[in-house]
């Protein structure tokens, strides 16, 4: 799963849309305004949504006729968590000082 998050994630636009949709958690914002908001076609804002959806990132809801999208934030903790469980086992494997856990300094 977490490889296809990173993809959905790894082009600029669709990176772009997913951080505005960060940024209105916890609400949601119609597909119309995402393509404005972004310089977007309607057809290429489509398309981007289904990347991000189809990866777990985002949320659809209808209202009426139209289609709202928010951000699926408990997905988004998972793989933020997946994450950083790889980080913590790579550092162990190379003995990364910066990103094992600090030890407290001896009391003299």
Do not use: W
């Amino acid at each position: 799963m977490i490889p296809n998050q990173l993809a959905a994630l790894s082009h600029p636009k669709r990176l772009d849309l997913f951080r505005l949709l960060m940024r209105r958690y916890p609400g949601s914002v119609a597909a119309g305004q995402i393509a404005a908001a972004l310089g977007l076609k309607a057809n290429t804002a489509s398309a981007y949504l289904a990347t991000l959806r189809q990866a777990g990132l985002i949320d659809q809801q209808r209202i009426g006729t139209s289609l709202y999208y928010c951000a699926n934030l408990p997905q988004i903790r998972t793989l933020f968590g997946g994450l950083m469980s790889i980080v913590a086992r790579t550092a162990r494997i190379f003995a990364c000082p910066f990103l094992t856990p600090l030890k407290p300094e001896p009391q003299n």
